[in-house]
């Protein structure tokens, strides 16, 4: 008879729905380093990319085998047909029809779940549509609203870093033990109606709002506009896959992310225990 010791329990598992991109014209399924690191550095989670594949499998089965679901930023934008608008956005942006065709399906099933849900940037405004909400599709040429736009220098630490200050209530002041908090917000489209299941919890100065929760869920299921996967760690573990030991460098980041993390360690233990 042996004395072995238990295998250790594996890291929660998160849902990331990839974008489409092209490279060398063929297609690709990719999902942005910094969210993945972010997750496991300041989660503590194991990442796991979905393709967008809505057309031959639907995802939301997947659901039930996960412990949270993230909806990350990309360049692209919501489609302004998904809100009930037939004229495009600022044509240099791109559309993702397939992330489109996966995530406002998935973010309802999740809810529904009642998922861990953190939604990023362009997952924010996806957050939005799926549960009825719009979107300004050129947040920018709206009258009183400031260019929430990307500075496109070109240099990460400029067009990522502090632009705006953020005034917090509900339950992000709680979290974060601060009314008002400095964010990396960047983006085209805004919220123009919020959807009526979410919560507003954060507003820029020029009144956008920057930060929801979802007004009936039991658990985590919350919206950020701006990146916090960014500065959650120093930024040079971001161009630098090569550092294994990042270190924290924003409070209110590390704290999205170590919330979101417990979120899906509870869930994961409530998942096990149903198996069992």
Same mark, same amino acid.
């Given at each position: 008879?042996?004395?072995?010791?238990?295998?250790?329990?594996? &890291?929660?598992?998160?849902?990331?729905?990839?974008? %489409?991109?092209?490279?060398?014209?063929?297609? #690709? $399924?990719?999902?942005?380093?910094?969210?993945?690191?972010?997750?496991? =550095?300041?989660?503590?989670?194991?990442?796991?990319?979905?393709? !967008?594949?809505?057309?031959?499998?639907?995802?939301?089965?997947?659901?039930?085998?996960?412990?949270?679901?993230?909806?990350?930023? %990309?360049?692209? !934008?919501? $489609?302004? %047909?998904?809100?009930?608008?037939?004229?495009?956005?600022?044509?240099?942006?791109?559309?993702?029809?397939? &992330?489109?065709? /996966?995530?406002?399906?998935?973010?309802? =099933?999740?809810?529904?779940?009642?998922?861990?849900?953190?939604?990023?940037?362009?997952?924010?405004?996806?957050?939005? /549509?799926?549960? @009825?909400?719009?979107?300004?599709?050129?947040? *920018?040429?709206?009258?009183?609203?400031?260019? $929430?736009?990307?500075?496109?220098?070109?240099?990460?630490?400029?067009?990522?870093?502090? &632009? *705006?200050?953020?005034?917090?209530?509900?339950? #992000?002041?709680?979290?974060?033990?601060?009314?008002?908090?400095?964010? !990396?917000?960047?983006?085209?489209?805004?919220?123009?109606?919020?959807?009526? @299941?979410? /919560?507003?919890?954060?507003?820029?100065?020029?009144?956008?709002?920057?930060?929801?929760?979802?007004?009936?869920?039991?658990?985590?299921?919350?919206?950020?506009?701006? *990146?916090?996967?960014?500065?959650?760690?120093?930024?040079?573990?971001?161009?630098?896959?090569?550092?294994? !030991?990042?270190?924290?460098?924003?409070?209110?980041? =590390?704290?999205? #992310?170590? =919330?979101?993390?417990?979120? /899906?360690?509870?869930?994961?233990?409530?998942?096990?225990?149903?198996?069992?």
């Amino acid at each position: 008879m042996t004395n072995e010791s238990p295998s250790p329990l594996a &890291r929660p598992l998160v849902l990331l729905p990839a974008c %489409s991109k092209t490279v060398d014209g063929l297609p #690709f $399924h990719a999902v942005g380093d910094k969210y993945v690191r972010a997750l496991a =550095a300041g989660a503590g989670v194991q990442p796991l990319l979905l393709p !967008n594949l809505a057309e031959l499998a639907d995802p939301r089965p997947l659901l039930d085998q996960v412990d949270g679901l993230l909806m990350t930023g %990309s360049p692209s !934008n919501v $489609h302004p %047909s998904h809100w009930g608008r037939d004229d495009l956005d600022e044509p240099s942006r791109p559309h993702d029809p397939a &992330r489109d065709a /996966v995530s406002l399906d998935l973010i309802r =099933a999740a809810i529904e779940r009642d998922l861990p849900l953190f939604c990023i940037c362009r997952g924010f405004q996806e957050l939005n /549509v799926a549960l @009825g909400g719009s979107l300004y599709p050129r947040l *920018h040429e709206v009258e009183g609203r400031m260019d $929430h736009r990307s500075l496109a220098s070109g240099e990460m630490s400029l067009d990522y870093g502090p &632009r *705006h200050d953020l005034r917090v209530s509900g339950w #992000f002041a709680e979290l974060f033990g601060a009314e008002t908090i400095r964010i !990396n917000s960047l983006h085209h489209q805004g919220i123009e109606t919020l959807a009526p @299941g979410l /919560v507003a919890e954060g507003l820029a100065p020029d009144g956008t709002i920057e930060a929801v929760r979802v007004r009936e869920a039991k658990g985590f299921a919350i919206g950020v506009q701006w *990146h916090p996967e960014y500065d959650l760690v120093t930024n040079p573990q971001i161009t630098n896959p090569q550092i294994t !030991n990042p270190q924290i460098t924003n409070p209110q980041s =590390a704290a999205l #992310f170590r =919330a979101f993390g417990e979120a /899906v360690g509870r869930r994961q233990q409530r998942r096990l225990a149903l198996a069992a």
